[in-house]
């Protein structure tokens, strides 16, 4: 599965509207039941103080996929980046060079500068 990193912007006053802890989780069973449609997964999402901003990261088939689960969920898609994975060092006591201490997969973007 590739992974994706989707920026987004809200435009209201509010900006994002996070879920309070005392919440039930209905709109989140209702994400996922969404992105399942299409084979997404969240998987993480990095929020701007001002709560106007979101950088949230996905596994799915392609860029397609984010979006029209994005679109049942009404959230908005500024841009959608195909990320490569690249874990942290790894100390080897064989001494292996540096390219062997990082693993990294390859993906795809729909960002028309891609080359």
């Given at each position: 599965?590739?992974?994706?990193l ?6 209201s ?8 802890p005392?919440?039930p ?5 209702a994400f996922?039941?969404?992105n ?5 997964t969240?998987?993480?999402s ?35 980046t195909g990320?490569?994975?690249?874990a942290a060092?790894v ?6 060079d540096?390219?062997d201490?990082?693993s ?5 973007s729909?960002s028309p500068?891609?080359?």
């Amino acid at each position: 599965m590739n992974r994706y990193l989707v920026e987004r912007t809200f435009h209201s006053e509010t900006g994002l509207r996070l879920p309070k802890p005392d919440h039930p989780p209905d709109r989140q069973l209702a994400f996922a039941e969404n992105n399942a449609r299409d084979r997404v997964t969240w998987l993480y999402s990095y929020i701007s103080p001002d709560q106007q901003r979101s950088f949230c990261m996905y596994e799915a088939p392609n860029p397609e996929a984010v979006r029209r689960a994005s679109m049942r969920n009404g959230l908005p898609v500024d841009r959608i980046t195909g990320v490569s994975v690249i874990a942290a060092p790894v100390p080897s006591p064989l001494g292996n060079d540096l390219a062997d201490r990082f693993s990294s997969e390859q993906v795809h973007s729909d960002s028309p500068h891609r080359k």
